[in-house]
């Protein structure tokens, strides 16, 4: 990450790598959902197919997260039912938008198994607001592996609580100050790592062991360093 903000390029290119990160990183949300398509139909414009679609939510909560930023270091909670209501528009009932489930169904497209218990929710949410908005002197990276996960351990939202956890990594490195500008593509990194790995790891947090926790952490950071030397690689061999 350092490599990437230092890099005097990246600063003469800045608009143009954030816009190339986000739409990378929107493509590759939605593929880590099942919802795989090539960047360049991404660009050429998304149907009204459930794949286009799918992706289409992708790309809208990806570009919410720079106008969020901001909400996100007092009001986590609030981000997150913004992020829901624009993810799961034409995929869930407009009065549960932004809202936690009252359910115990989930759509599981990662086959990471049973979600926390809708009854359970409200408390964890709350617990991870406290977490997200106290002041802390642990890294980043950390607090944001740990947004990462406990979204996915709560999958709050019936469809859609993948990509809302995956935009709060970007929301957690861009409040805190690892990437404030969101050059880098944390969900390309993500990918790279393969869908197999991510749910290990995800298993990993889930277990509450010592160890399966230092995996995700380990994960997460192995993700976003990849998402940044992505971005220093690409700007290093693009022509000027």
Do not use: K
């Not at 679609?53 to 901001?70: E, F, K, L």
């Not at 528009?89 to 990471?112: K, N, Y």
């Not at 996960?149 to 409040?175: K, Q, T, Y």
């Amino acid at each position: 990450m350092d490599a990437l903000l230092w890099d005097r390029s990246v600063r003469a290119r800045a608009a143009e790598i954030v816009a190339a990160s986000a739409l990378v990183g929107a493509r590759d949300s939605a593929a880590l959902e099942g919802a795989e398509m090539s960047l360049d139909a991404v660009r050429s414009g998304l149907d009204a197919s459930p794949l286009g679609r799918a992706v289409a939510a992708s790309v809208a909560v990806t570009a919410a997260v720079p106008g969020q930023v901001d909400t996100w270091g007092h009001a986590p909670l609030q981000v997150l039912a913004h992020l829901h209501s624009l993810a799961a528009r034409g995929f869930a009932d407009p009065d549960d938008l932004g809202r936690p489930r009252q359910t115990d169904e989930v759509v599981d497209p990662l086959h990471i198994g049973a979600a926390v218990p809708w009854p359970a929710i409200p408390e964890r949410l709350t617990g991870l607001a406290h977490l997200l908005t106290s002041p802390t002197d642990a890294p980043a990276l950390l607090v944001a592996s740990i947004a990462h996960g406990e979204l996915l351990a709560l999958r709050p939202f019936r469809w859609g609580s993948g990509l809302v956890a995956r935009a709060a990594v970007r929301l957690v490195v861009a409040a805190r100050g690892l990437d404030p500008d969101l050059l880098s593509c944390p969900e390309a990194g993500m990918l790279s790592l393969g869908r197999t790995s991510y749910v290990a790891a995800v298993r990993g947090y889930l277990s509450g062991e010592p160890e399966g926790m230092a995996e995700w952490v380990a994960w997460n950071a192995a993700a976003v360093g990849f998402g940044a030397s992505r971005e220093s690689a690409h700007v290093s061999s693009s022509p000027r």
